[in-house]
């Protein structure tokens, strides 16, 4: 399967290694340091503080469960995740 096959049942159409390629090239393009799980906790943390509940973050973000998702959002702020990261990155 290409990384780009639209018809892979994939998030826009990219798998797993393509969002991954796409994430290393924009890690080196800002200089900022970060990984698959920061983006899809920090995604999950965004569409919180949005407002869209944790069962429709569950669905948009793939987990089969809403264990993850009610983790991050409960624990984890968007302004945390912020904040850790500048830390991190500092």
Request: charged share 20%.
């Given at each position: ?57 569950m669905y948009l ?22 904040s850790h990261y ?5």
């Amino acid at each position: 399967m290409s990384q780009y096959d639209c018809d892979g049942g994939s998030i826009w159409g990219i798998d797993r290694q393509g969002i991954q390629s796409m994430l290393r090239r924009l890690s080196i393009a800002t200089g900022m340091k970060f990984s698959c799980h920061s983006f899809r906790r920090g995604f999950a943390c965004n569409l919180h503080r949005k407002g869209l509940s944790t069962l429709d973050i569950m669905y948009l973000g793939g987990w089969e469960d809403l264990s993850m998702v009610q983790r991050y959002t409960r624990s984890i702020t968007f302004d945390d995740c912020l904040s850790h990261y500048h830390q991190a990155n500092g």
